[in-house]
């Protein structure tokens, strides 16, 4: 089987070089891209379970205060439980909706982020998994449908059922650095 490849620019980026750093400051900007983030992009939709990630974030929120939430992607079919979720929100000052994200602009998103989480229900490939963990993004996603293949055990792969699981995940991400180098 031939699987779909993903474009070369899907690569780690040297942010801090000053070649890049007119195009960090745009994004950021444009974006309006907190400092530190946890970072989820695709479709705003039921199946991509981005819910979770804000039940998720808000578990977490006070232990890691200088982590936000960034929900990357354009509104997609019942899209305004998750607007609304994100506005109830305790922490919903840190919790950032960008829209449509620009092709160009995509390996920079990732590359800035701290944590990638794609917690999907169900994915036919899952290509922004695939392009985060091309960026050297530690990224947490589900292991069902495609995932798991997709990941070949280079992510830490969670039950999208299961809230706890993905608290469980980012937190290990957070707080212990050796395994987070081991996903990068």
Not at 5 to 26: C, K
């Amino acid at each position: 089987m031939i699987y779909p490849g993903i474009s070369e620019v899907y690569r780690p980026l040297d942010l801090t070089s000053r070649e890049l750093s007119p195009s960090v400051e745009q994004i950021r900007s444009k974006y309006q891209l907190p400092e530190n983030y946890l970072l989820y992009l695709g479709t705003l939709e039921p199946r991509k379970n981005v819910g979770m990630v804000i039940e998720a974030f808000e578990a977490v929120a006070a232990k890691y205060p200088e982590l936000d939430l960034v929900i990357a992607g354009k509104k997609g079919w019942l899209c305004e439980e998750i607007l609304a979720m994100a506005a109830q929100s305790p922490f919903g000052k840190r919790i950032h909706f960008t829209g449509f994200v620009d092709e160009a602009d995509k390996v920079y998103l990732y590359n800035l982020a701290k944590i990638f989480v794609y917690p999907s229900f169900y994915e036919g490939f899952g290509f922004p998994v695939l392009e985060a963990m091309s960026c050297g993004v530690p990224t947490i996603t589900s292991h069902v449908s495609s995932l798991p293949e997709v990941t070949q055990g280079n992510a830490l792969t969670i039950s999208p059922y299961n809230y706890h699981e993905l608290v469980w995940a980012i937190d290990q991400l957070m707080s212990d650095e050796q395994l987070y180098q081991e996903f990068v």
